[in-house]
DNA sequence: TCCATACATTTGTATATACAATTGTTGTAA
DNA sequence: TTACAACAATTGTATATACAAATGTATGGA
């Protein structure tokens, strides 16, 4: 990656705030690509990681709790981002049976069949992103991001 | 950093996947404790770097497409982001009279000083952040990054 | 039974961001 | 000089997100 932004920034910034804006940049990066990648499917990353959960169920429903937990967002948004996948039909809600107050949530087969399209172009674009990696950089970076 | 998220989303999720999900969940985290860090001082962390670019010019006004460079944002937002320095009187922005095309911004001292002490608080969050890391690790976290 | 509390989700509102279209300015070739 | 393309910034619009408040439901104790 093309880190000139970062050392233009500032000569003599420290190694720590160094580290910082270049992870920033870096997830940037990958965020970009990734958006992109799902453009046409025209679903967003959030959406995309929503669906990837529920199939992770295999038919079990979720309640959007456990989906909040298994997220980067907050609640407030989780409830909109399954409205948006209900209108493209790749979710449906239920009111839970046993207890009222959850709401079930689970991947039509409609969103089933999206989503293995969509698992292709993510794949191209993670190898592409990871192209100059071998697996031990893929541990030793793993390694170092858990010591955050 | 917690992983369990990581973890409990897929047992067999490939080392390429986990890892971006990986940096995705830091850099989250990173920007939390960074915004959670300057909201007393009223500025979100773009309008923090734009601060902290604008006194990188040492007095020397930068234009708008220069801080766009600079910055992980699109040119739309740069301006919106200077207007809202503006109103909190930390930046001044005007035409440039060799080419009225640009625009001029510069920090003010009163931007200068409410800069400074952002930068205090700035910097113990990064050492937070950065506290499990010794200069060998945070060198070879830059130099995987660089793969990218 | 009634009430206070906790829980699960939703809604309202302000702000942030992306993308496309627009405005105003400059340079340049006919 | 005029017409046109390129440039720099701004505005409009749709969508996304954060945060606080509100809604509806369940639970346990007086």
Redesign the pocket.
Known sequence: MNVEKIIKTDKQIPITSRTIIHLSLVETKINEMM??AL?PHGV????FNVLRILRGQKGKPA??????ERMV????????????LILKGYVE?MV?P???????INITSNGESALSLMDLAMKETEEKLLENFSTDDLRSLNDLLDKF
């Open positions: 958006t992109a453009k967003s990353l959030q959406q309640n959007l709790s456990t989906l909040n967002t907050k609640m407030s948004n989780t409830t909109r981002l399954v409205d948006k809600r839970c046993s207890n009222r107050r959850k709401v079930e």
